[in-house]
């Protein structure tokens, strides 16, 4: 056990550095395990861990595509190497009903695609390649050939603080870079990928069998591991009720098919004593229980999670196979060790954590430390044991825990444990005999469905189902020693105090400006969100894009960040124009957190010159539109009609923010007629230190006379990374460097934020540049040549 601790830490302190070690740095770790020494031998551990995850994390790094080759387009011949995800072409969605009346039923049928793709001729190209090809008219399935021109990037994603790290999950999968397609043709080449075809032709059935069926995505998901069709209301509903783990294929299903498989084998063995002479019944169930696992595990993908979870299972049945069931701690380590040696960088995925101490605290609590119990008490102990040792991971991993969780998987699994292998027997009976199988099949799928509207009516009636929190390391530190002593054996003088350990994660945070305001301009991609905080306060300008199922900055970016930092209730929400840029994420913000009051285009008060209020010692103020703008001004006008055109950007909100005499200027889309009227009607409020560029930094806005007038020392370019409208144009970037600006761009830095007092404005801070991680891109300078 130490030895894996051991081994473990050395791998996880590699992870933890901003880059890999160089050769000299190893040669000279690697020199003091060659002296006769005491503690040699704990030091080499420590070593190997080292040097086996700095191994592994360059191959991933050198499997990469350049940075400098981004966007560059080559034809690729190769094979799609996961079952695709599909959703209905976010382009379908948005047409309006007359433009949609005359359309063809092909183009109906246009689907946006996400998957991976293995080149068959690597030459200088990753292994793995995500794919997502949108609008496309053709079926894919897993394991087909096709010759795909590719639009590649090398991996990059939005980074925020709280936010998703799609980059980690990019250098963790081995996938060296992402691409568009440009064209296709099928190819010929149909041979490998027998497991993926074989998992194909199940969701292909089960489309047949289940046409419309409101349970299908859940039973794909449970089946083989298809969670393409679950919706992010789905998600929504199982991270808040703390039931996401049942649609992850891991430990717990491979579980209930281990113990329905073992219970019905033994009885069976059971029943012809000649049998049970050859062999016991515990071990021939336990062969079966044990074939039935890898089958299921394969079927379902295996994915790491799976293969954890089979690895564990395998030592562990090996010891009590040996009839020696104090070995299964040290199974169990074992298996840490051989999954943690073949790919170290299993350790960045929170599945592995969450895995293996769920089993080793269930293994913990049968085998009776923490004293008797009946079975339905041991059942009642062992839910809340688990909901407890989990609960620091879970708010290290996913910024939050859930109070419903304990109770609903108390009535969940359960369930579950009948209903999977059900699934699984009605799946078989239905490809065997259709008479018989699909009417339990659809009676199964039914009650599954059941089980995930119960769950959605405790997400939506709980009172705060869903507690959001980021606890600094100390107070995560302080409840894992809560969790030991709450393991601990009675009689430990210090074993009462367990639960006070808990509660430091559920108190507030407190990270709001104690004096001015804390503007945060966000990483939304192509789009504006801005934070702005002041010491009791928080508005809200603007929300991101959405893209229907595919993408929405309110849910994964905004949200997250104002959890993050404490703030559950907005005073304010500013949506400056009805482009879906800025709009789009504001209905997950209004679903997800409380807001007091909006304004501007999504809200009955349009914003108008001359409001203004104050909070905490900061002044606001809208600039535009101007009194004369039509009402719809800063909303959805028809943007067909020349008038439409106009105001589409120049009726946005302009929003001023000052503490003293320093400022920010937030002017959204506004192009140089808006501008060019500001300057006629208020150019003494112009002046400010902070502008965010208008309209992301576009050629139509930031015009000369409007940038000598706001003299800004700090520019800020809310434009996403590489993005196909070339933003920020150069002629612009020249006019801010002509003014001596700092320039910062939300795309290549990551969310940008500073500080702003009456005494001035703060150091800038560049999320991409302040947390760097091997995994991550260097942040690109600007101005970029993206011409």
């Given at each position: 056990?130490?030895?894996?601790?051991?081994?473990?830490?050395g791998a996880?302190?590699?992870?933890a550095?901003?880059?890999?070690p160089?050769?000299?740095?190893?040669?000279?770790?690697?020199?003091?395990?060659?002296?006769?020494?005491?503690?040699?031998?704990?030091?080499?551990?420590?070593?190997l861990?080292i040097?086996?995850?700095?191994?592994?994390?360059?191959?991933?790094?050198?499997?990469?595509?350049?940075?400098a080759?981004?966007?560059?387009?080559?034809?690729?011949?190769?094979?799609?190497?996961s079952l695709?995800?599909?959703?209905?072409?976010?382009?379908m969605?948005?047409?309006?009903?007359e433009?949609?009346?005359?359309?063809?039923?092909?183009?109906?049928l246009?689907?946006?695609?996400?998957?991976?793709?293995?080149?068959?001729?690597?030459?200088?190209?990753?292994?793995?390649?995500?794919?997502?090809?949108?609008?496309?008219?053709?079926?894919l399935?897993g394991?087909?050939?096709?010759?795909?021109?590719?639009?590649?990037?090398?991996?990059?994603?939005?980074?925020?603080?709280?936010?998703?790290d799609?980059?980690?999950?990019?250098?963790?999968?081995?996938i060296?870079?992402?691409?568009?397609?440009?064209?296709?043709?099928?190819?010929q080449?149909?041979?490998?990928?027998?497991?993926?075809r074989?998992?194909?032709?199940?969701?292909?059935?089960?489309?047949?069998?289940l046409?419309g069926?409101?349970?299908?995505?859940?039973?794909?998901?449970?089946?083989?591991?298809?969670?393409?069709l679950?919706?992010?209301?789905?998600?929504?509903?199982?991270?808040i009720?703390g039931?996401?783990?049942?649609?992850?294929?891991?430990?717990?299903?491979?579980?209930m098919?281990?113990?329905?498989?073992?219970?019905?084998?033994?009885?069976?063995?059971?029943?012809f004593p000649?049998?049970?002479?050859?062999?016991?019944?515990?071990k021939a169930?336990?062969?079966?229980?044990?074939l039935a696992a890898?089958?299921y595990a394969?079927?379902?993908?295996?994915?790491p999670?799976?293969?954890?979870?089979?690895?564990?299972?395998?030592?562990?049945f090996?010891?009590?196979w040996?009839?020696?069931?104090?070995l299964?701690?040290?199974?169990?380590?074992?298996?840490?060790?051989?999954?943690?040696a073949a790919?170290?960088?299993a350790?960045?995925s929170?599945?592995?954590?969450?895995?293996?101490?769920?089993?080793?605290a269930?293994?913990?609590?049968?085998?009776?430390?923490?004293?008797?119990?009946?079975?339905?008490?041991?059942?009642?102990v062992l839910?809340?044991t688990?909901s407890?040792?989990?609960?620091?991971l879970?708010f290290?991993?996913?910024?939050?825990g859930?109070?419903?969780g304990?109770?609903?998987?108390?009535?969940?699994?359960?369930?579950?444990?009948?209903?999977?292998p059900?699934?699984?027997?009605?799946?078989?009976?239905?490809?065997?005999?259709?008479?018989?199988?699909?009417p339990?099949?659809?009676?199964?799928?039914?009650?599954?469905?059941?089980?995930?509207?119960a769950?959605?009516?405790?997400?939506?009636?709980?009172?705060?189902?869903w507690?959001?929190?980021?606890?600094?390391p100390?107070?995560?530190?302080l409840?894992?020693?809560g969790m030991?002593l709450?393991?601990?054996?009675?009689?430990?003088?210090?074993?009462?105090?367990?639960?006070?350990?808990?509660?430091p994660?559920?108190?507030?945070?407190?990270r709001?400006p104690?004096?001015?305001?804390?503007?945060?301009?966000?990483?939304v991609?192509?789009?504006?969100?801005?934070v702005?905080?002041?010491a009791h306060h928080?508005?809200?300008?603007d929300?991101g894009?959405?893209?229907?199922d595919?993408?929405d900055?309110?849910?994964s970016?905004?949200?997250?960040?104002l959890?993050?930092?404490?703030?559950?209730?907005?005073?304010l929400?500013?949506?400056?124009?009805?482009?879906?840029?800025?709009?789009?994420?504001?209905?997950?913000v209004r679903?997800?957190?409380?807001?007091?009051?909006?304004?501007?285009a999504?809200s009955?008060t349009?914003?108008?010159?001359?409001?203004n209020?104050?909070?905490?010692g900061?002044?606001?103020?809208?600039?535009s539109?101007?009194?004369?703008a039509?009402?719809?001004?800063?909303?959805?006008?028809?943007?067909h009609?020349?008038e439409g055109?106009?105001?589409?950007?120049?009726?946005?909100?302009v929003?001023?923010?000052?503490?003293g005499d320093h400022?920010a200027?937030?002017?959204?889309?506004?192009?140089?007629?808006?501008?060019?009227?500001?300057?006629?009607?208020?150019?003494d409020?112009?002046?400010?230190?902070?502008?965010?560029?208008?309209?992301?930094?576009?050629?139509t806005?930031?015009?000369q006379?409007f940038v000598?007038?706001v003299?800004?020392?700090l520019?800020?370019?809310?434009?996403?990374?590489?993005?196909?409208?070339h933003?920020?144009?150069?002629?612009?970037v020249?006019?801010?460097?002509?003014?001596?600006?700092?320039l910062?761009?939300t795309g290549?830095?990551?969310?940008?934020?500073?500080?702003?007092?009456?005494?001035?404005v703060g150091?800038?801070?560049?999320?991409r540049?302040d947390?760097?991680?091997l995994?991550?891109?260097?942040?690109?300078p600007?101005?970029?040549?993206?011409?």
């Amino acid at each position: 056990m130490p030895a894996v601790a051991l081994f473990t830490a050395g791998a996880l302190a590699v992870l933890a550095l901003p880059s890999l070690p160089s050769l000299p740095w190893l040669v000279g770790l690697c020199l003091p395990a060659l002296l006769p020494w005491r503690w040699r031998r704990y030091y080499a551990l420590v070593l190997l861990g080292i040097l086996l995850s700095t191994w592994r994390a360059q191959g991933s790094l050198d499997g990469r595509w350049p940075l400098a080759d981004s966007d560059h387009e080559v034809v690729v011949e190769g094979r799609i190497a996961s079952l695709p995800e599909r959703r209905l072409s976010a382009g379908m969605k948005e047409d309006s009903a007359e433009d949609a009346e005359g359309q063809s039923e092909e183009r109906a049928l246009k689907h946006d695609w996400r998957f991976l793709f293995s080149p068959l001729d690597r030459g200088a190209l990753p292994p793995l390649i995500r794919v997502s090809w949108y609008r496309g008219e053709q079926i894919l399935r897993g394991g087909d050939c096709w010759r795909l021109k590719l639009r590649l990037r090398a991996p990059h994603g939005l980074l925020n603080p709280s936010g998703y790290d799609y980059e980690q999950w990019l250098f963790e999968q081995g996938i060296g870079a992402t691409a568009t397609v440009r064209d296709s043709s099928s190819c010929q080449e149909q041979s490998g990928y027998w497991l993926l075809r074989a998992r194909q032709q199940v969701v292909d059935r089960l489309e047949q069998w289940l046409p419309g069926n409101p349970a299908l995505g859940l039973v794909a998901g449970l089946a083989v591991g298809d969670r393409s069709l679950l919706q992010e209301k789905d998600w929504d509903t199982f991270r808040i009720t703390g039931t996401s783990h049942l649609m992850a294929i891991a430990g717990l299903h491979i579980g209930m098919v281990v113990a329905a498989v073992f219970f019905v084998l033994r009885w069976l063995w059971s029943a012809f004593p000649a049998l049970c002479l050859r062999l016991p019944a515990q071990k021939a169930a336990m062969l079966g229980a044990v074939l039935a696992a890898i089958v299921y595990a394969l079927m379902s993908g295996f994915e790491p999670p799976a293969q954890r979870a089979l690895l564990m299972l395998l030592f562990g049945f090996a010891a009590l196979w040996l009839d020696r069931p104090s070995l299964v701690p040290r199974a169990l380590a074992m298996a840490w060790l051989l999954i943690v040696a073949a790919s170290p960088l299993a350790l960045l995925s929170p599945g592995l954590w969450l895995s293996f101490t769920a089993v080793a605290a269930i293994f913990y609590v049968i085998s009776g430390r923490l004293g008797p119990h009946r079975r339905w008490r041991e059942l009642l102990v062992l839910q809340l044991t688990l909901s407890l040792v989990l609960l620091p991971l879970t708010f290290f991993f996913f910024q939050g825990g859930g109070w419903v969780g304990p109770l609903a998987n108390l009535v969940v699994v359960p369930v579950f444990t009948l209903l999977l292998p059900a699934l699984l027997v009605s799946l078989g009976l239905a490809w065997a005999c259709p008479a018989l199988g699909l009417p339990l099949l659809t009676w199964v799928a039914q009650g599954i469905y059941w089980v995930r509207e119960a769950l959605g009516w405790a997400a939506t009636h709980a009172p705060q189902a869903w507690v959001a929190a980021s606890p600094p390391p100390a107070l995560l530190l302080l409840a894992m020693l809560g969790m030991v002593l709450l393991l601990a054996p009675r009689g430990l003088p210090l074993r009462g105090f367990a639960m006070l350990c808990f509660l430091p994660l559920f108190l507030p945070l407190d990270r709001a400006p104690r004096e001015g305001f804390q503007l945060t301009a966000l990483d939304v991609g192509q789009g504006l969100s801005v934070v702005v905080r002041t010491a009791h306060h928080t508005l809200l300008f603007d929300a991101g894009p959405a893209f229907e199922d595919l993408s929405d900055a309110g849910r994964s970016v905004v949200v997250p960040y104002l959890l993050g930092e404490g703030v559950h209730e907005l005073d304010l929400m500013i949506i400056s124009h009805a482009d879906l840029d800025h709009r789009g994420g504001a209905p997950a913000v209004r679903r997800l957190l409380e807001v007091d009051r909006e304004i501007g285009a999504l809200s009955t008060t349009p914003c108008r010159v001359g409001q203004n209020w104050a909070w905490d010692g900061v002044a606001f103020e809208i600039l535009s539109p101007p009194a004369d703008a039509p009402p719809e001004a800063n909303s959805a006008l028809p943007a067909h009609t020349r008038e439409g055109r106009w105001w589409r950007n120049n009726g946005g909100c302009v929003l001023r923010v000052s503490a003293g005499d320093h400022a920010a200027l937030l002017p959204a889309d506004i192009e140089a007629p808006m501008e060019k009227r500001l300057l006629a009607d208020m150019p003494d409020k112009l002046r400010a230190d902070i502008l965010l560029a208008g309209h992301h930094g576009s050629k139509t806005s930031s015009t000369q006379p409007f940038v000598d007038a706001v003299q800004p020392q700090l520019v800020i370019f809310p434009a996403g990374w590489h993005n196909r409208f070339h933003f920020p144009r150069a002629p612009v970037v020249d006019r801010y460097l002509g003014e001596g600006a700092e320039l910062h761009m939300t795309g290549n830095g990551g969310a940008v934020s500073v500080l702003v007092t009456a005494a001035g404005v703060g150091e800038v801070g560049d999320w991409r540049a302040d947390h760097p991680r091997l995994w991550r891109e260097p942040a690109e300078p600007v101005p970029l040549d993206l011409e």
